[in-house]
């Protein structure tokens, strides 16, 4: 069974630029979340659908940050325009449901500069 | 609100030695769910164990084993003659629910060292 795939793996970009992520759980998974990991520090939960409603954003900066799962399976997370404290790696999770495990993707590693 | 600590940031050990990685939880939640994860250097990670609040349980799998205490709020895990490949950081996390449904809470993770 495939996982969690993500792309691009590492970004680099400068401050003001736009950036998006893709995600792509694993087959079947209603529920998908994005993650923000700074360095030496552990993930942080960002926002959560289920299939392709928002659950939870309430920690998503939502002035630069925007994510959206239209047809309920792949998603992508943008921040527009990027600063230099977004710097951190962005996983992906998904689980079959809510009350299930959730399985992380690579990531993907974002520079700011 | 809940809170995971980890209060060591690294440890180093030497190939085939035990050892025991703390984690310190806070919660008000009567139900909860505590959780390891490990993330190797590929940055992936990988769902270790699942505990629920009412089974206190020592689990052993293979040369891991979890130790969770209430009394204490512990939920420690210990890596029995480590190996190389063990090393990686551990992130001890906690949820209200079993698939973290609110959003898993993490700590800031124990880098794990084993020199061979």
């Known amino acids: 069974e495939a996982g969690v795939a993500q792309s691009p793996r590492y970004k680099i970009i400068e401050k003001r630029q736009s950036v998006a992520f893709w995600c792509n759980p694993i087959?079947?998974?209603?529920?998908l979340y994005w993650y923000q990991q700074i360095l030496g520090q552990g993930p942080k939960l960002l926002i959560q659908?289920?299939?392709?409603?928002?659950?939870?954003d309430s920690q998503l900066p939502k002035d630069r940050f925007s994510a959206e799962r239209l047809k309920g399976v792949d998603s992508t997370l943008k921040i527009q325009p990027a600063k230099l404290e977004d710097s951190a790696v962005y996983l992906c999770?998904?689980?079959?449901?809510?009350?299930?495990?959730?399985?992380f993707g690579p990531g993907t590693r974002l520079l700011v500069l | 609100a809940q809170k995971v600590t980890q209060a060591q940031t690294e440890i180093s050990v030497v190939e085939k030695e035990d050892v025991t990685l703390d984690c310190v939880y806070e919660?008000?939640?009567?139900?909860?769910?505590l959780f390891w994860y490990k993330q190797p250097p590929s940055g992936e990670l990988v769902f270790l164990i699942r505990?629920?609040?009412?089974?206190?349980q020592n689990e052993i799998s293979g040369r891991y084993s979890w130790n969770f205490q209430k009394s204490t709020s512990s939920f420690n895990f210990t890596i029995t003659a480590s190996q190389v490949v063990d090393s990686a950081v551990y992130f001890c996390?906690?949820?209200?629910?079993?698939?973290?449904?609110?959003?898993?809470?993490f700590g800031k993770g124990t880098h794990l060292i084993i020199q061979p």
């Open positions: 919660t008000r939640d009567t139900t909860y769910y």
């Open positions: 087959s079947g998974h209603a529920t």
């Open positions: 659908f289920q299939n392709n409603g928002v659950v939870d």
């Open positions: 505990r629920n609040s009412f089974d206190e």
């Open positions: 996390a906690l949820s209200r629910s079993g698939g973290g449904a609110d959003g898993l809470t």
């Open positions: 999770a998904s689980s079959l449901n809510r009350e299930e495990t959730q399985y």
